[in-house]
Every structure is written in C-alpha cells, then in structure tokens.
C-alpha cells in the first residue's frame, strides 16, 4: 500500500539485478569475512560500514585486491577530523592499479575517445600501458621526482588520461585545467602549485568552431616560471612553438612502466574549487584515499566492471573527469568526449551515449531538463538498449528530470542522482543498484559516509531540513590544501561551524527510509519569516515554463530589518516580461511551493551568470546586491561571463539611490 508519506517507486531493480549486482556479492562476501550483516539488504550494510569503520575500508581493500607494496600498521591510526590518518605505513602506487587490466585484457578498449564528429576511436589497455611507461620514463628523464607538480591545459582527450597516468606512476602530482579556462583563471590556479611541466594543446573544437589557444599557452609559458618543460599536443595540427617538447615524441618510447611506491597520503592531484569569491582553493588529495574511495563508489555504487562502458560528460577543469578516468580501476572502458553538450544539436549526448554503446551514461541535471525543454526523445531517436544507469550530478535533479528520464529512456531505468563535491571527488549520496528509485530523492547515503541532516545546534534531523554533515573521516577527504600552512583555510571551509564535524554546505532531507533530499546550498539559502528553503526548489517549479531559459533568485537580509526576494528570469527567445507572465510565475510559485516562496520582484536579465563548471552563482549575486564591489564579490577568473555580473551591480546602485521600498 502506498501512501503520500510513502509514494510507491519510479523503479525498481528486479531480484536478477539485485542477485548480480557487485555490492550483493560484497555484502555476502564481507559477512564471511568481517563480521558484516548478512541479513538486511543495503541500510544494515550501510549502518556496519560507519559503525564498523576501520572493519569496512579493510574490507574494500581486501576486496578490490588492493596492493600495497609494504602492509599498513591499521586501517585509520588517527580518526580526528580534519587530518584523519589513514592505513600508516602503506605503499602503494594509483597508476599500477589503473593500469591493472592490461595484463588479462591487453587488447580490448581501456577508452574510447569522440570528438564531435560522433565517431570512436578506440585505445587498447597495451597501448595505455605502453604511452604511460614511455611518458613516465621521459618525466624521469626531464627531472620530475615524486611530490613535483605536473600540470595539464588539456581538454577531455585520451593524451590527458595518458599524463595523469604518468604523472601518478613517477609519484608526481597532477592538475588540470579545461582549455575554455582564459589565462587569468588558469594562472589562479596552476600558479599555486608551481609545476615544472605543462601539458598544452594548439587549441580545441567546440560548438563545430575551432578555438586557437596558443597566445593563452604563451602567456601561461611567460606566468610560470617554474615549468622545466612544455609538452606540446597539436590538436589542431600546428608546430610546436618554440622550445617546446613534441607529445609523438616522448611518448614513442617502449620502456615498461615503473610504479613508485609512494604512502598512502602521498598526493595524487589537485583540485580547484570554483573560486567564485577569492582564489581557488587548491585541494589536495592522496593516492591511497582517491583509489579506495574510487574503487568503493565506481566498483559497489555505479556497480562498474570489465564489460561495462562508463561516459560521463565533463571537462578536465571539474572533478567529475578525474573520477571518470577511475573508471579503469575496475577495468572499465571509459568513454571521453570532447566537444559541446550540444552540438549539433540537443540530442548529442545521446547519441554518444548509443555509438558507444555506453552502460553507464552520467550527464549533468541542466542537460537533462534542457533535453525535456527542447522535447528531445531518446529512445525513440537511438538505441540505448545498453544503458543500465542514467546517473545526474552538478545540481538536484528536479522530479520533473527523474519522469523525463523514466518516460523518454526507459521504464526500466536505473536513475541516479548523486551529490558529493570536488572537495572528496566522490559522492556523500547517490547510487545505490539494489535499492528503489523514488521520485526527486537520491537512493542513499554512501558506504563509509556517515553522512547526517544537522539543525544549527548540532541535532540530526530526520524528515526535515537541515545542514549536510558528515560525522567520520572519508579516505577521500583532502590532506590539505596547497598554500595553507597553517591548514587554517581548510579548517574554516568545513569544520567552523561543527568542529571535528565535516559540514558540507548544503541543504538536505533524510528521509525515514534512508533517502536523500538535496536543495541547494545553505550559505544562499532563502529565509522568509524564519522559514528556510533552497533555491533548487524555485527554479524547478519556475523553468517548466516555456517562456523562461532559466532563473536565479537571491534573498536578501535588509539593514532595516526587511528581506528582499527579488527572482531574476532570463527568458526564451521571442518571450516578452509582461503582466500576464509575471502572474503565471507568482501562481505557479505560490501553488507549487508556497505563498511564502512567492518573489518580492520578478527581474528580466540578459542571462544568469554561472561557474566555470556550470554551476548558477548565487552567493556573489547576493553579495553584489549587498552594495559589494564587483572586484571584491567575485574571482572574475571563476565566471563564465563577467559582463553578466555587471547588470546586479547596477541593479544594487539605482535600488540604494532610490527611495526604500515599504
């Protein structure tokens, strides 16, 4: 019988699934082994794996055949956040597991590289293996020694795969940055970290247009003074400029791949936050904590193996890339696309999706709802017959998204919508093969993440509103952040407002079956009249009208006590902000959500401003509308389009010359 309280499922998975699933293998398995609950299904594996902590990552170690070239002392020697401890004494090397499946599978595809021309090209595990060990072998030889930092200006092509490789298997330290990134948000980041090499193209193809790149590589060549050396791939087929290494070159070699046997917490790579206010923060991540976490999330929760095809649309500036690329850890093809979203056409990913014959096809939650909008129907369109798991990240995925994906793909469709963060490059909730799929929740929260919904005295929640916390150490979780000697700048980011507690910055629901609500992040929360409520939920409820591209809506604390909504439409083409839309949208508000989410004023803009990464950037309108300058609001280098900043600054002059609002 279902209920409001407990809607019936949009999916579930049948008793084969479950049987065959690699996380029902697991759970008998650990039982035997570790004392882990055989009864239960999923919430009593869940509960062993936080209670039983150090019992549960030994368990993935063993399980994953882990292998560590000098054994750990324990599993978690200090579980004190931040700076939790993990297997002391261990060595072992990312790459070399990465690498793992060349020796049984040589010749089947480790990746499978598309261009826009929707066309694969194929590249076996020996071939990978083989650019790896001649790439790392040249590292060696420039100079490059285990803690140095190696740097990419690549965009998601199998060359960049082939560098992070190289650079975990010398023990070097790897970041990227997308070439969309203009020099100043590349300098940002990668001047932080001082690399000795730098990884560049010529230039890319997007939107069917070529991109030349090179006056920006030049400049990134003048603005790091540390680089040794310069690696050169001709995308576009130019010449390597001037005192640069050709990438035919070094990686033409056929010496075998040497691991260096680095500790568990030696770093692996840097990641950026998006930076929208102040530099970046350069979080840094070990090699031992990214391949357990990566092996626990891709191989247990994405249910990943040898026969599986893994395509995620990303870019090499956002996380999500470095945890596609662990999808050869479990052995999998994985599938990388370099090129719009959207071309030639909104049904692109789709397509990839099919000529790929993709299992696992990851995709962003704006593109989902961008398909619903322009009335794209995939599965009429292709054969996805392949697909097992459509899974969306980067935003909540509105319930409109999960119907689309249900009623346009497939009834048999294993929707997940995960959330996590750059911060542990994993998930804290998401997938979950064996468990239900209800409408606008996320199925659970991860093995090993005892992740809660706290009020602001620190009391876990359940069926309400709270701040996304979680309560023990995840091995992913960052050793430090570059430039932060002190680790003060870590300390604030998460650990402020609950010391010892990881506090993550969202808004969530735990449901009382385990379930997970996100909506939106808590530092641009809408308070009316003491109620807090995520903008998620409005522009869920705003953007299914067809007049309206997007949305953005800002809440605002007054100096004289009052609170200003105003919710800012950027709107289809030929759509006009008259009278009659105005009411439609405070109606859709008002029956939807409620009176009290019902906009102070509705503001037609030229487009709403966003992340690098694609992310709505809420934060820095609100401080913009707050009377903050612009240069003091927001990274210029963070934003995909500064000008679009400049009508909110405008916006906060004209409203504090004119008369208060009563």
Known sequence: ???????????????????????????????????????????????????????????????????????????????????????????????????????????????LHVDETHEPTPISWSELRRQVGALAAELRALGVRPGDRISGYLPNIPQAVTALLATAAVGAVWTSCAPDFGARSVLDRFQQVEPVVLFTVDGYRYGGKEHDRTETVAELRRELPTLRAVIHIPLLGSEAPEGALEWSAVTSGDTEAAFEQVPFDHPLWVLYSSGTTGLPKAIVQSQGGILLEHFKQLGLHCDLGPEDRFFWYTSTGWMMWNFLVSGLLTGTTVVLYDGSPGFPDTGAQWRIAERTESTLFGTSAAYVMAC????????????????????TTGSPLPPDGFRWLHDEVADDLWIASVSGGTDVCSCFAGAVPTLPVHIGELQAACLGTDLQSWDPQGKPLIGEVGELVVTNPMPSMPIRFWNDPDGSRYRDSYFEM?????????????????????????????????????????????????????????????????????????????????????????????????????????????????????????????????????????????????????????????????????
Not at 29 to 41: D, K, Q
Not at 515 to 538: C, E, P, Y
Not at 595 to 619: A, N, Q, S, Y
């Open 1 to 111: 019988m279902t209920s409001a309280a407990n809607p019936a499922p949009l999916w579930q998975p049948d008793p084969e699934r479950i049987a065959a699933a690699r996380i029902t293998g697991f759970q008998a398995w650990a039982a035997e082994r570790h004392g882990a609950p055989a009864e239960g299904g999923y919430a009593a594996l869940h509960r062993w794996s936080v209670d039983e902590l150090e019992t549960f990552w030994q368990a993935v170690a063993e399980w994953f055949d882990i292998r560590f070239s000098t054994p750990y002392e324990r599993v978690l020697a200090d579980p004190a956040m931040p700076g939790a401890r993990w297997f002391p004494g261990a060595t072992l090397n990312y790459a070399e597991h990465a690498l793992r499946a060349a020796e049984d599978r040589p010749h089947d595809p480790a990746l």
């Open 372 to 391: 619903r909008k322009a009335e794209v129907h995939p599965s009429r369109d292709f054969d996805l017959s392949r697909i097992k798991c459509v899974a």
């Open 498 to 662: 609950f010391p010892g507690v990881w506090r993550h910055g969202d808004w969530i629901t735990i449901t009382d079956r385990g379930s997970v609500i996100i909506h939106g992040r808590s530092d641009s929360t809408l308070n009316r009249q003491g109620v807090r409520m995520g903008s998620a939920d409005i522009y869920e409820a705003v953007e299914r009208l067809p007049e309206i591209r997007e949305s953005l809506v800002i809440g605002l604390e007054e100096p004289n006590g009052g609170y200003w909504m105003p919710l800012f439409v950027h709107l289809a083409e030929g759509a006009a902000l008259d009278d009659a839309l105005r009411a439609r949208i405070k109606k859709t508000i008002r029956e939807q959500l409620s009176p009290r989410h019902v906009p102070d004023d509705i503001i037609e803009v030229p487009g709403v401003p966003h992340t690098l990464t694609g992310k709505r950037i809420e934060v820095p309108v609100k401080r913009l509308l707050q009377g903050t300058a612009l240069s003091k609001a927001v990274n210029p280098g963070s934003v995909d389009n500064l000008e679009l900043l400049r009508f909110y600054e405008n916006l906060a002059r004209t409203r504090t010359s004119s008369p208060a609002d009563d």
